[in-house]
């Protein structure tokens, strides 16, 4: 069973324009939210998480937004530049039961901007 | 310097064979995992320890066997390999375990290909 649910598969923005990805999560358990972002060959890393008492976090053209009621969340990337193009997973976490402790990942998003 | 490092990068053995994997981190942290990234590159936590003590045992084969000598180093050996575990498989790190979502530091992985 998928804990998270992400979409799109895959993305292709231009150069320029906003990249939006999504995700979604039925489990109420989960209350940290982060975003990773994967290269080729090298591992994934941390670019951006959020809790569910704030609906927004904003780090540089980065902007998670977040939706408690509907448990949905997104990854908007703004000015999106030919280096951004990875795979981006979104995460939950949360502080009980099975989800203490784990990480649960979305199945992620290919993302390639076009110079 | 490397965070977390992995040997090898890159592993291809016969079915049948034995293998292990090594992870340290330099970070100080507490809290290790090991993730494993199909061909689809989908992530799932295999393993997770905590100053040394397992603490997360998903539903892997018993054929995988981790081992952490100290709280920085996590391995992993894999008797009798199988097809099915040619993947990447990713060693983490985290200050901590539990509550508050401690932010994961990945290894640059580790491709096992198995024929």
């Known amino acids: 069973q998928q804990q998270v649910k992400q979409s799109p598969q895959s993305l292709i923005v231009q150069k320029g324009g906003i990249s939006i990805i999504n995700c979604a999560y039925e489990?109420?358990?989960?209350?940290?939210f982060p975003w990773y972002q994967q290269f080729p060959g090298k591992g994934p890393a941390l670019l951006i998480a959020?809790?569910?008492?704030?609906s927004e976090k904003k780090e540089g053209r980065f902007t998670i937004s977040f939706n408690k009621s509907a448990k949905q969340f997104s990854l908007h990337i703004m000015d999106s530049q030919p280096g951004d193009s990875a795979t981006y997973f979104c995460?939950?976490?949360?502080?009980?039961?099975?989800?203490?402790?784990?990480?649960?990942f979305g199945r992620g998003t290919q993302l390639t901007v076009w110079p | 310097d490397t965070a977390v490092s992995q040997t090898p990068k890159y592993l291809v053995t016969q079915m049948g064979n034995d293998k292990s994997i090594k992870c340290e981190q330099n970070?100080?942290?507490?809290?290790m995992y090991w993730y494993k990234q199909d061909s689809k590159k989908f992530l799932k936590i295999m393993f997770s320890?905590?100053?040394?003590?397992?603490?997360i045992n998903e539903t892997v084969p018993n054929r995988f066997s981790p081992k952490s000598p100290d709280k920085a180093h996590l391995n992993l050996h894999i008797n009798s390999l199988e097809l099915g575990d040619s993947a990447v498989y990713f060693c983490?790190?985290?200050?901590?375990?539990?509550?508050?979502?401690?932010?994961?530091?990945f290894g640059p992985g580790t491709r096992l290909t198995v024929t």
């Open positions: 489990n109420t358990a989960f209350d940290y």
């Open positions: 983490a790190s985290s200050q901590d375990w539990g509550r508050f979502g401690y932010e994961q530091y």
């Open positions: 995460a939950a976490s949360g502080g009980r039961g099975s989800t203490l402790g784990r990480l649960y």
């Open positions: 959020i809790r569910p008492d704030v």
């Open positions: 970070l100080g942290h507490d809290t």
């Open positions: 320890y905590n100053n040394k003590e397992l603490i």
